[in-house]
């Protein structure tokens, strides 16, 4: 299998930027990491010739999720995360499991795949080539309604998260006092749908 | 000044700065060259690219001219906008003002770069620089001719197949600029006034793309060069999208953040905004993104719905001169100077509108408009009606909202404010 320099490149920019969003201290610090993870995700797209995937990739995920991402982050003053300190001592063991079995499934993967032989033409995974395989009723038209009921139950969930005084008064319990501190569910799916 | 956004001061400490912060700079500082990459990978039509080094001149071109746009554009609004205001404008450097560009530039670089002792320096630093490149990064998607026009090579520097879609990726990433700007100040003007325009972008970004997807619908490609050239053959698109073409302009002002929606930096109410704390040249890198932004967006709008660089087909008619209007580049230019001028103009004419204004015009006007007229388009292609069908639909549209117009103005009141606690600024 030969690899060139622009595959190593691309492999060593996400696991440095992977590893950077996980170990910056500074949680707009290790965001922008991210964005910069995604960007090169999109690159990789498009050396697998799959531009129309890389794109929406930076617009959903580097534009709009991050852009969430940043603003909880900087409205919840969430900036300095406390250095050093293991929230979840517990999980350190089934973490280190988990990680060995990902990396044993990983080498199988890359010892054991076979390429298709001929894979079909995708036209840069275009619009005009993904749009029939989406919206056609013989592929994948009912999972995306699917998909897109699941997100609309999701954002109905969040409004009434947002807006609890009207569902509570009739029910008479108290509203919950951090409820309206948490908005962002909502802009979250609704970027999820964008 | 307590900050807002720390529960300690977010000082610049030693330990603070993990040594991965540094490659991070590097890993956003490669980013201009993924549009290089896409150049090369980006499948034209036929399959002909330009070598390597005509690319690298094009886009050394390419961004030598839109600073010396920038520069120049400064001069041109400031005395456009002092004759509507009936003064002056500067003509003092130079004749007629004309060195005024090059005078601010030497006045931008050499004041004192003032970084406040509590700002986070990188992010501080990085802020302008994601600005200033990702708005260069859009604007050699534009043509400006045919094919071989530009002394043998093709006028443009990048023919991607999935086009506006990469205009859309890298002006949402050019947010970002704004976004880190306000944070990385550790001030709570500048935080507030950073978390407000970016909202606001975000917002106008939605309107932007709804407005687009009618054309894209009604071309069925996403490039720009097969919407020139669908035109050539059907006629400008705003002959039959006319709301979209409306829609896209008043979204893409607000994403240049031109009056009637520059919230971003409103000086006179808010200090300034997301650049209260900026100075020097990494101010003027802001003003030159803003810029470039703007002379993007003049030139995206003709290429889309006014014909691109192709001349009205009329003109071709007239005998004899005819052809002398055929020159290549004149129309493209002539085209972005018209919509910049128009920019000026709506700059010297309108006010700014009131941060609970610009979102409820944004999701409560622009966007189910554009969404309406998506699904009408969508169902003329669907249904496979003839053009004209839009053409009239358009013409109806505007005939609505003259009427509509006229009878608002009929029966002004004033604006209604709806102040709900937690929403707005």
């Known amino acids: ?194 | 000044m307590k900050p807002l956004c720390c529960a300690e001061g977010r000082g610049l400490k030693a330990e603070s700065y993990s040594l991965l912060s540094r490659p991070l700079l590097f890993a956003l500082g490669s980013l201009p060259f993924l549009g290089l990459g896409m150049a090369q990978n980006a499948s034209a039509p036929d399959n002909t690219t330009d070598p390597l080094w005509m690319v690298g001149i094009k886009a050394f071109l390419v961004v030598f001219g839109l600073l010396t746009a920038f520069a120049y554009m400064t001069l041109i609004e400031r005395r456009l906008l002092a004759r509507i205001q009936i003064r002056q404008g500067p003509n003092r450097v130079g004749p007629d003002g004309l060195l005024q560009p090059v005078a601010d530039a030497i006045k931008s670089i050499l004041k004192e770069d003032i970084v406040p002792k509590a700002a986070d320096k990188v992010v501080f630093w990085l802020a302008p620089m994601i600005s200033v490149t990702f708005a260069l990064l859009t604007f050699g998607l534009i043509p400006f001719g045919p094919k071989h026009a530009f002394f043998g090579f093709d006028p443009w520097l990048i023919n991607l197949d999935v086009g506006i879609l990469y205009v859309f990726a890298v002006s949402e990433i050019a947010v970002y600029g704004i976004f880190l700007a306000g944070w990385a100040s550790n001030s709570k003007y500048s935080l507030l006034g950073s978390l407000r325009s970016s909202a606001a972008l975000i917002s106008y970004e939605l309107a932007l793309g709804m407005s687009l997807l009618a054309p894209v619908v009604l071309v069925g490609s996403l490039n720009l060069q097969a919407i020139v050239e669908w035109q050539n053959t059907n006629g400008w698109l705003i002959l039959y999208l006319l709301p979209a073409f409306a829609l896209f302009v008043i979204a893409g002002m607000a994403e240049a953040a031109r009056t009637p929606f520059d919230l971003p930096e409103a000086e006179q109410e808010l200090v300034g905004g997301y650049n209260t704390e900026y100075s020097s040249i990494k101010w003027a890198l802001f003003q030159m993104a803003e810029y470039i932004h703007l002379i993007t967006a003049s030139a995206l709008i003709p290429t889309i719905f006014l014909g691109g660089w192709r001349m009205p087909g009329f003109l071709t008619a007239i005998p004899f001169i005819g052809g002398f209007f055929a020159l290549p580049y004149l129309w493209m230019f002539a085209k972005i100077a018209l919509f910049l001028f128009f920019f000026i103009w709506v700059r010297g004419t309108f006010f700014r509108l009131r941060y609970d204004q610009l979102m409820r015009f944004g999701w409560g006007r622009l966007l189910p408009m554009a969404l309406g007229w998506f699904l009408i388009v969508a169902a003329v292609v669907a249904f496979k009606m003839p053009l004209a069908v839009l053409g009239w639909l358009s013409a109806l549209a505007l005939i609505v909202f003259s009427v509509y117009v006229v009878m608002g103005a009929r029966s002004s009141q004033p604006a209604r404010r709806v102040v709900r606690p937690g929403v707005g600024d």
């Open chain 1, 1 to 194: 299998m030969a690899v060139n320099f622009w595959e190593i490149l691309g492999a060593v920019l996400l696991i440095g930027t992977s590893i950077m969003v996980v170990r910056l201290q500074n949680a707009v610090h290790a965001a922008i990491a991210l964005i910069a993870n995604f960007l090169v995700i999109a690159a990789v797209y498009v050396s697998l010739e799959a531009r129309f995937v890389a794109m929406t990739q930076i617009i959903v995920y580097g534009g709009a999720i991050v852009v969430l991402f940043l603003f909880v982050i900087m409205l919840l003053s969430a900036a300095k995360a406390s250095v050093g300190q293991d929230l979840l001592p517990g999980l350190q063991a089934p973490a280190l499991v988990g990680a060995l079995g990902l990396a044993a499934v990983l080498i199988y993967a890359l010892t054991h795949f076979q390429a298709p032989a001929n894979p079909p033409a995708l036209n840069g995974g275009l619009a005009q080539a993904l749009g029939p395989l989406l919206y056609s009723p013989e592929r994948w038209l009912y999972a995306l309604l699917v998909v897109g009921f699941l997100l609309l139950v999701a954002t109905v969930a969040a409004v009434v998260l947002v807006e609890p005084e009207r569902i509570t008064r009739s029910t008479e319990h108290p509203a919950h006092p951090s409820a309206g501190a948490q908005p962002t569910p909502k802009n979250e799916k609704e970027a999820v749908r964008r």
